[in-house]
């Protein structure tokens, strides 16, 4: 009986072992060559929306690309993300800008897979019925895949951080 209680348990350590070493694989940290090309996607999508160049700022994303901005709209498709953010730059976003991120963490999920979680303050702007929202911060998190040696976005969700609710953070 005591044989088999400590070939369970060694199996079970092994188990174990194996899902943190699969855990820690799939969260690899991201090469500094990635990390770079990805850092000078971010930044070439900086100016293009600082000059509000919708046509390059969608350029560094996939053909099936898919967006959720601040506000729940879903935009599925490269065509259907430039004529959304077109449209905004033509009008209520024509004299916001986008600033340096407070905060980027690149995290390696997959090989040729990086999420990417900044928290970027932004100008205010006007909203189409005359509603002026202040300056404030997002979180943008954006899926970037390599294909065919260019890293690209897959899928980006950008969110309107709440300050007062940061004050009651549960998770902090």
Same mark, same amino acid.
């Given at each position: 009986? *005591?044989?088999?209680?400590?070939?369970?348990?060694?199996?079970?350590?092994?188990?174990?072992?194996?899902?943190? +070493? @699969? /855990?820690?694989?799939?969260?690899?940290?991201? $090469? #500094?060559?990635?990390?770079?090309?990805?850092? %000078?996607?971010?930044?070439?999508?900086?100016? #293009?929306?600082?000059?509000?160049? @919708?046509?390059?700022?969608? $350029?560094? @994303?996939?053909? =099936?690309?898919?967006?959720?901005?601040?506000?729940?709209?879903?935009?599925?498709?490269? !065509?259907?993300?430039?004529?959304? &953010?077109?449209?905004?730059?033509?009008?209520?976003?024509?004299?916001?800008?986008?600033?340096? !991120?407070? /905060?980027?963490?690149?995290?390696?999920? %997959?090989?040729?897979?990086?999420?990417?979680?900044?928290?970027?303050?932004?100008?205010?702007? /006007? +909203? !189409? =019925?005359?509603?002026?929202?202040?300056?404030?911060?997002?979180?943008? /998190?954006? +899926?970037?895949?390599?294909?065919?040696?260019?890293?690209?976005?897959?899928?980006? &969700?950008?969110?309107?951080?709440?300050?007062?609710?940061?004050?009651?953070?549960?998770? *902090?």
């Amino acid at each position: 009986m *005591k044989h088999a209680q400590r070939w369970m348990a060694a199996a079970l350590i092994t188990i174990l072992i194996g899902a943190v +070493t @699969m /855990t820690e694989a799939q969260t690899a940290s991201v $090469s #500094a060559k990635d990390a770079a090309e990805i850092k %000078a996607v971010l930044n070439s999508m900086q100016t #293009a929306w600082n000059h509000h160049d @919708m046509k390059s700022f969608c $350029s560094y @994303m996939t053909d =099936d690309v898919e967006w959720v901005n601040v506000v729940g709209m879903w935009w599925r498709g490269k !065509p259907q993300v430039y004529k959304a &953010h077109d449209n905004m730059h033509k009008g209520m976003f024509k004299d916001r800008d986008l600033h340096d !991120p407070e /905060t980027l963490i690149m995290r390696g999920i %997959a090989p040729g897979v990086v999420v990417v979680t900044q928290i970027i303050p932004a100008d205010g702007y /006007t +909203t !189409p =019925d005359g509603f002026k929202v202040p300056p404030n911060r997002n979180v943008l /998190t954006e +899926t970037f895949v390599n294909r065919g040696g260019s890293w690209l976005i897959a899928e980006g &969700h950008n969110t309107v951080i709440d300050e007062r609710a940061q004050t009651n953070d549960p998770g *902090k």
